[in-house]
């Protein structure tokens, strides 16, 4: 039997991280520039090339949105232009899939990002939080989502314990839907090459490990039915041509994707030897955000604003952040004054 959990998020909206202008007016003396440390993108992005001025005059072309189709196709070992959607920014589409179902039991893996939970309660849906992944054999939802690797704490399933879920849970009509939103870390996990499977849906974010959050980018990897009503509600010239053409251009660059991969590793492994240093306790995450645990009465969010830097706190889990990746030895160096006064 699948156990709830309570302590979790209970569908309400959550904040997030990003927020510079909060930040400003919370801490008005803090030094300048700011540093957001808060939202787990990559803080090297995909080298923009000169762009075609046409691009910012005219309407996305059917040839261009191809284009990134194929590219994406590529990049995540779909075989069916059919069975893959872009959107701008994967946000719409958690927004919109709650939509496409009456109501049903969904449980999600948690704790983990904050708006699936909402968005499913606000289609009617019946949403409670459970620990772990349930027993094949046992009680099923209509709708199993994770997010794998689990944000905040990098916690990934194995996709060799996934497949058996999903073919119980399609039997019966449900959907196993997994939000792959930093699986370009992890390919290994990925089960974007089994789009077009019956009942598995897998969400792909492309602003956080190319660093291009603000270009709102996102897609869904599904059956082709899935595919066509949701393409049908969005309407043509849903992604705009700028991001028709980055996207493309970002997911055929296997070269960029590999050094990414061991720069973010790098990286990171330097942030954690500094956790550790400073006597935080690392509670997990991937190699664009750590989870940390502070005590001793510290109030380290506070602590960082004063600094200048933004970190995802969590109130309704006190003594937790979330950091992210500092962009520069600059900002390690402000980063390190305050973790190790």
């Known amino acids: 039997m699948m156990e709830q959990d309570d302590s979790m998020d209970d569908g309400r909206m959550q904040p997030h991280g990003g927020d ?8 008005p003396d803090a030094p300048r520039p700011w540093i957001d440390l808060s939202t787990g993108i990559n803080p090297w992005p995909y080298p923009i090339p000169a762009l075609d001025l046409a691009l910012w005059t005219r309407l996305p072309s059917v040839a261009d949105e191809a284009a990134l189709k194929r590219a994406a196709m590529a990049a995540y070992g779909v075989s069916d232009p059919d069975m893959i959607l872009a959107a701008p920014g994967s946000q719409l589409l958690i927004n919109s899939l709650p939509f496409l179902r009456p109501a049903a039991d969904v449980a999600i893996i948690g704790p983990t990002y904050g708006e699936h939970a909402p968005a499913w309660a606000r289609a009617g849906h019946r949403v409670r939080m459970i620990k772990d992944l349930p027993d094949p054999a046992g009680p099923l939802p209509d709708v199993l989502l994770l997010v794998n690797p689990n944000n905040p704490d990098g916690r990934s399933h194995d996709p060799v314990r996934l497949l058996p879920l999903l073919d119980e849970i399609a039997q019966r009509g449900g959907w196993l839907l997994v939000d792959e939103a930093f699986c370009d870390l ?11 499977r019956k009942g598995l849906l ?76 400073a006597g935080l306790e690392l509670l997990g995450g991937t190699d664009l955000y750590a989870l940390i645990r502070y005590g001793n009465g510290r109030d380290l969010y506070r602590e960082l604003g004063v600094a200048g ?33």
């Open 186 to 196: 992890r390919p290994d996990l990925s089960l974007a090459s089994q789009a077009g």
């Open 309 to 341: 830097l933004l970190a995802r706190s969590f109130p309704d889990r006190p003594g937790l952040l979330r950091l992210g990746l500092p962009p520069d030895s600059v900002t390690f160096e402000r980063l390190a004054q305050v973790l190790t006064p």
């Open 20 to 27: 510079l202008g909060a930040m400003a007016a919370l801490f």
């Open 202 to 277: 897998v969400l792909r974010s492309f602003g956080k490990f190319y660093g291009l959050a603000g270009l709102r980018l996102g897609f869904l990897l599904a059956p082709a039915v899935i595919i066509r009503v949701l393409a049908g509600r969005f309407g043509p010239w849903a992604v705009s041509g700028p991001a028709l053409m980055l996207g493309a251009a970002a997911l055929a660059d296997r070269d960029w994707q590999v050094a990414t991969r061991v720069q973010l590793a790098r990286a990171m492994a330097r942030s954690l030897s500094l956790y550790q240093k």
